[in-house]
């Protein structure tokens, strides 16, 4: 069942809401980026988010293919969200970091097994050998 968290950056700045499945998987992967910022996503469809304040304090970086948009608040350098588009995901999707969901959220998804992938590699679909460092 959805429901509806918030969250932002650390500096409060940016500001967004989210529809997120309790029982939805997270992820962290390997890939350069997510490997270096210790990202921990969860995956939402462009209906599921909305953006509530901050839109100036965001910027963009991109690399690689430059099709993910990762999103940084300019003041305090918390990455809540990036964005990107792939028909297997349903088309636009956001990823929410879910360290960065307020209150109790991030607990409460801790508490379920955590989906690693070898984006290192482009293998969504398969964990890497090696997780302890994500």
Known sequence: MKKTYQGGCHCG???FE???????DTSRCNCSMCAKGRYWKSIVRRDEFRLMSGEDALTDYRFGSGTIHHFFCKQCGTKPFGR?????????????NVACLDGDAPEQFAA???????GRNNDWATAP?????L
């Open 13 to 15: 700045a940016v500001r």
């Open 18 to 24: 989210c529809q997120l499945d309790a029982a939805a």
């Open 84 to 96: 990107g588009h792939m028909e297997a995901l349903g088309g636009t999707f956001y990823a929410i």
């Open 112 to 118: 379920r097994e955590i989906v690693f992938q070898d």
């Open 129 to 133: 050998s090696e997780t302890r460092h």
